[in-house]
């Protein structure tokens, strides 16, 4: 269940297929999150230290950095390691996810009850202090 907070959150999803960027977009713009979508992991890098979202969703398999190198690379850097991190692929690779640093692994094909419930819950298990960090810089 979502907390009161001022504002929507920011969710980055790194994601190369558009339809399943068209459907992430309309269970979280429905949910009441803002989205914002990057095409590859270096772009991803680039905008989650401009942005300070309160989730970063990616696919494994993104351009340029794939998605569990992004996720290594933002837990190993000190301004982005408490950002949490969720993959989704079709993928069988929650194992390699959970030691890349991700919180939750969804297998694709994406399910609206269960991709929102994870976002919640992945956010609500931040540690205190880190969601009013990331609406303060909305």
Do not use: N
């Not at 459907?23 to 979508?37: I, S």
């Not at 190198?69 to 190993?76: A, E, F, I, N, Q």
């Not at 969804?106 to 399910?111: G, T």
């Amino acid at each position: 269940m979502p907390s009161q907070h001022p504002g929507p959150l920011l969710v980055l999803i790194a994601e190369r297929d558009q339809s399943v960027r068209e459907l992430e977009h309309h269970y979280l713009d429905k949910a009441g999150f803002v989205v914002e979508f990057v095409g590859d992991g270096e772009a991803a890098l680039e905008r989650v230290r401009q942005t300070s979202p309160a989730l970063v969703v990616t696919e494994i398999l993104i351009p340029k950095i794939d998605g569990l190198t992004l996720c290594r690379r933002l837990r190993d850097d000190p301004a982005t390691h408490d950002i949490p991190v969720v993959v989704l692929s079709i993928l069988a690779a929650a194992a390699r996810a959970g030691e890349a640093g991700a919180r939750a692994f969804l297998r694709k094909p994406l399910v609206e009850s269960i991709f929102l419930a994870t976002i919640h819950d992945v956010i609500a298990a931040q540690p205190p202090g880190m969601r009013e960090q990331q609406w303060a810089t909305r």
